[in-house]
């Protein structure tokens, strides 16, 4: 019995404990799981979609930028197995929306070492992009909230070696034809000149045949 107080002492200190671990876990958990979406409640968003027949080198939480401002992130991405394309939801500043429906999204690269991100290239049409309504979802039938005109991503490896083998045919192709030029054999200058020695032959002859008659008629007027 002498440990009595002691050993209420120590469950007291336990169950306090737990107590603290667990409304520790719990905030944690809300920050966690919850906090990227309070932050974009927080900051203004908007959801926007778009399709793309190629979303490599994006994923979710890209960038999403606007004349090299970030306007926003992709929040989800997933695959429409009918039409083999990239469905894109894009978390944009309330303050971009509406966007003209001429706008651009388009996938490019920071460079060769850097990665992807979604540029939006703003351009005016004949009507707006708005957010979809209560009750309707993106990439839905009515095709509210789409940005319609899209690029998907470019591979640039591979882009620069196409660039480099249709650099080299073109450079063998021009030094072929060079080189047919100069093993072509030259135009012949006798063609030319034919007609005039002909000539010279038939303005020379009358003059010979003058000298000759002469000649047959000099012994004529000796005999006489």
């Known amino acids: 019995m002498r440990h009595g107080p002691q050993m209420r002492e120590s469950a007291l200190e336990t169950i306090i404990g737990a107590a603290v671990l667990g409304v520790a876990a719990v ?4 920050a966690i799981g919850n906090g990227t979406d309070r932050a974009e409640a927080s900051s203004g968003t908007v959801e926007l979609g778009a399709r793309f027949n190629s979303a490599k ?34 978390a944009i500043s309330r303050d971009l929306v509406p966007l003209e429906d001429g706008t651009t999204a388009r996938i490019q690269s920071e460079g060769l070492l850097g990665g992807n991100y979604i540029n939006l290239e703003p351009a005016s049409g ?8 209560q009750g309707e979802e993106l990439f839905g039938e009515s095709g509210c909230g789409e940005i319609l005109y899209t690029q998907g991503s470019v591979d640039l490896l591979t882009l620069m070696a196409s660039f480099a083998s249709g650099g080299g045919d073109d450079s063998s192709s021009s030094s072929g034809s060079y080189d047919d030029a100069m093993d072509a054999p030259a135009p012949s200058s006798t063609d030319t000149s034919a007609p005039e020695d002909d000539a010279d032959l038939d303005t020379e002859s009358p003059e010979s045949d003058g000298s000759v008659s002469e000649t047959d008629e000099e012994p004529a007027g000796d005999t006489e």
């Open 57 to 90: 080198g994006i994923n979710v939480g890209t960038e999403v930028s606007m004349a090299g401002v970030k306007v926003g992130t992709v929040r989800n991405i997933r695959l429409n197995t009918e039409r083999a394309e990239a469905l894109v939801t894009l």
């Open 126 to 133: 004949f009507g707006q992009i708005e957010p979809c309504p």
């Open 27 to 30: 905030f944690m958990w809300f």
